[in-house]
């Protein structure tokens, strides 16, 4: 495995590193002031995102992600993997790229298995960042770490199908210019246990759609964007807006989440790595009990420890990218398990240690400590809980065993 970065890589690092000095750090508070001061929050859109992402396109760093398709920048994961780290060190840098879930994650849905009706309605628009979607998938009355429990209804009736259900931690769905939803249901409960399970585009503005709460996080509402709890009551929408066909809806799931748990690591490897700037940086300038912070032994340890847990979770990303890449994604879901499970935790242990540093201000707003942890906290159990991944890693590694391929550590 050759983890070194192509000319063309180090050339965009270099491009976005310079973007995100330029424009993204030093507009993050005056984002922040802007929605706060207006009288709707849910309804306002922060015109200092629209003014970066026209930046961000002229520069040339607009959908970076999607590889092996023809409407990304050609890039694979392996090279997607550091341009995401440097994306993740600012909440609001994925979105001004067009690189945030759950667009990303919705846009690979549609070039992977959308109509070329459906790629032109929905994908191009995505792509041209002219609107925002989200993913209802999630239920509060089941437990939906395992997707076959999705209880949701997808009926067809004729020309047309009808979908009941409730959903909740339908991210993106506060945000005004929503304006598709890629909702998951049954359309058969009478079939094998997987085949259930269908995905169908719902637009948001069809009758029966009605957003009913928006869910703080920790007590961060994330408005504009939001994490809203959704009701599908008797919407009806063409038998057309069907993704892939009926059945196909663990299959989607499987195929869309894969890329978007790797994407959520390499963000928080961006996430630690500002954290521990942030650390350095002030543990220099403090002084306490006759000395400056950095020159008491249990800060360094701190940074010690930051760099070594930083450093061992980009290289199982690096792997676990280039695994996708060389032999795909199914092949490569033990590691893809695995960074899942270690990089929300390296980043909650790296941003504890910095908050630690600051003192009150590492609880406050007036550092990005607090809000990033709470993210990473969050990706604790979005995508997958960690037990669900650590339970796969298990039955993957035991089943070498068990089918023989082991034998007291030999081939």
Not at 238 to 246: K, Y
Request: a negative charge; charged letters at 25%.
């Amino acid at each position: 495995m050759n983890f070194s970065y192509s000319e063309k890589v180090n050339r965009l690092q270099q491009e976005l590193t310079q973007f995100m000095e330029d424009y993204i750090y030093p507009n993050e508070h005056l984002y922040e002031d802007y929605v706060n001061s207006q009288g709707n929050r849910w309804e306002t859109i922060p015109t200092i995102m629209e003014e970066l992402k026209e930046k961000a396109k002229e520069k040339g760093l607009w959908n970076l992600f999607l590889p092996e398709s023809e409407y990304g920048a050609g890039l694979t994961n392996l090279e997607y993997a550091p341009l995401c780290e440097i994306m993740g060190r600012s909440h609001i840098a994925p979105e001004i790229f067009n690189c945030a879930a759950p667009d990303t994650g919705n846009m690979e849905v549609l070039v992977r298995y959308g109509t070329e009706e459906q790629k032109e309605k929905w994908l191009k628009p995505l792509l041209a960042g002219d609107i925002r979607s989200c993913f209802s998938m999630t239920e509060p009355e089941v437990a939906s770490s395992d997707a076959t429990n999705i209880e949701a209804s997808i009926v067809r009736d004729g020309d047309e199908y009808v979908i009941n259900g409730r959903k909740w931690w339908s991210s993106g769905a506060g945000d005004p210019r929503c304006k598709i939803s890629i909702v998951m249901g049954k359309t058969n409960p009478e079939a094998p246990k997987h085949e259930q399970q269908s995905m169908i585009l719902v637009p948001m503005d069809t009758p029966g759609l009605k957003i009913e709460r928006h869910l703080p996080v920790f007590g961060y509402d994330h408005a504009p964007h939001g994490h809203m709890e959704i009701t599908y009551t008797n919407v009806r929408v063409p038998v057309s807006n069907i993704l892939w066909g009926e059945g196909k809806g663990f299959a989607i799931a499987q195929g869309r989440l894969g890329p978007g748990r790797i994407h959520h690591c390499m963000r928080l490897i961006g996430s630690a790595e500002r954290a521990v700037d942030e650390m350095c940086r002030r543990v220099q300038q403090r002084q306490a009990f006759g000395k400056k912070l950095s020159q008491q032994g249990v800060i360094q340890e701190w940074i010690a420890q930051s760099r070594i847990e930083i450093e061992q979770a980009r290289l199982l990303t690096l792997k676990a990218a280039y695994m996708m890449d060389t032999v795909g994604n199914k092949e490569a879901k033990q590691e893809i398990a695995m960074i899942k499970a270690v990089a929300p935790q390296m980043a909650l242990n790296v941003l504890d240690r910095a908050i630690q540093a600051f003192g009150g201000a590492g609880v406050s707003d007036d550092t990005p400590l607090a809000f990033m942890w709470a993210q990473a906290r969050t990706l604790r159990i979005a995508d997958g809980p960690d037990e669900v991944h650590r339970a796969q890693i298990a039955k993957l590694e035991l089943k070498k065993y068990s089918e023989g391929v082991l034998v007291h550590g030999r081939s």
